[in-house]
């Protein structure tokens, strides 16, 4: 080992601890996407019953009838993570129905 840290120039290696970013429980939305449950990522088709105005930047616009990709968020009941096109963000549970 001595011999390999000489090589690239450590005097020595050592144990390191890294520290996950500290999430805020009571906003899914600021989740990092790598430390997310497997539940979250798990993508379902839903279609949009409403149309639906953004009113935030974490948010998308959708429209009535249209087919979207979304994720649910864990411990929020008003909100799901939706993808439509290359365009992703929050959308209001009430607007949509899960089809698959």
Request: aromatic letters at 8%; proline letters at 8%.
């Amino acid at each position: 080992m001595q011999d390999l840290t000489k090589q690239i120039g450590i005097s020595s290696i050592r144990n390191t601890t890294v520290i996950p970013p500290k999430i805020d429980d009571s906003n899914p939305f600021t989740y990092p996407i790598n430390s997310l449950p497997s539940s979250f990522t798990e993508k379902k088709k839903a279609k949009v019953l409403f149309d639906y105005e953004a009113t935030e930047p974490s948010e998308i616009s959708v429209s009535a009838n249209q087919i979207i990709s979304i994720q649910i968020v864990p411990n929020d009941n008003d909100w799901v993570l939706a993808e439509s096109g290359r365009d992703s963000g929050k959308v209001p549970k009430a607007y949509i129905q899960i089809v698959d």
